[in-house]
């Protein structure tokens, strides 16, 4: 039990990390809250995997707490949560699928750790994907990689969005996919097909990543366009 908690901490840590860096959002500035939240997180996933033995909730559910998290925890609008938490799950999914089919070209680790909750494997594949997850997100803190168009928290709930705007309808668009994606891996998690499993995460967050880049390319041109009227009215 120790152990997976522990390890579903900072695994929970990994993804929430993973989240925030890819768009640059803070995450010291909300260290107590994230602690909590995440040792909220490993618990809760302890008592759905094996004290309730309802695995297969365990991913669903825990996408609606980061969601939550992020909206209610950060002050983060709910369609910017959601679609932050799906990108960082479906990025971390692909992380800990490729280190899987690593492990399981060198013979170290086979299919059957698909399915299990527990164990010496569980623990391995656990923490290669925690540990690379971490080194990802502080090259990324380093080298200030990431995306920039979401502003820094807290966000402004005063003003009504639309969100089948031209802005917005790409979030509810990778929303979904990324929702879908969650209900997919239950299926290929437990019948144990990790490779479509790693092409389903990787093109999950490509579509998130296609959306933020055009956002990010948006509003560079939208700043040089204001750049160059003010410069030409002058």
Not at 137 to 150: A, K, M, R
């Amino acid at each position: 039990m120790v152990i997976y908690i522990i390890l579903g901490f900072f695994d929970a840590l990994a993804m929430l990390l993973l989240m925030l860096k890819l768009y640059m959002l803070p995450f010291r500035a909300y260290g107590v809250k994230i602690t909590y939240f995440v040792f909220f997180i490993s618990t809760f996933s302890y008592m759905m995997r094996i004290t309730l033995e309802s695995p297969k909730l365990d991913l669903p559910l825990q996408y609606i707490f980061f969601v939550l998290f992020l909206r209610f925890g950060m002050e983060l609008k709910v369609h910017l949560s959601a679609f932050i938490a799906g990108a960082g799950i479906s990025a971390y999914a692909a992380i800990q699928m490729a280190i899987y089919h690593l492990f399981h070209f060198f013979d170290v680790m086979h299919i059957s750790v698909m399915q299990q909750n527990e164990g010496s494997m569980v623990y391995l594949l656990q923490s290669a994907s925690i540990l690379i997850t971490y080194a990802i997100g502080f090259v990324l803190s380093i080298f200030d990689y990431g995306f920039s168009f979401i502003i820094r928290p807290p966000h402004d709930f005063l003003t009504k969005e639309n969100y089948l705007s031209s802005t917005n309808l790409p979030y509810l668009i990778g929303t979904i996919i990324s929702a879908f994606m969650i209900c997919m891996t239950l299926i290929l998690l437990y019948s144990s097909d990790p490779t479509r499993l790693l092409v389903l995460a990787i093109l999950t967050f490509g579509v998130s990543y296609f959306f933020s880049i055009r956002r990010e390319r948006g509003d560079i041109r939208a700043v040089v366009e204001a750049y160059r009227a003010k410069h030409k009215s002058s």
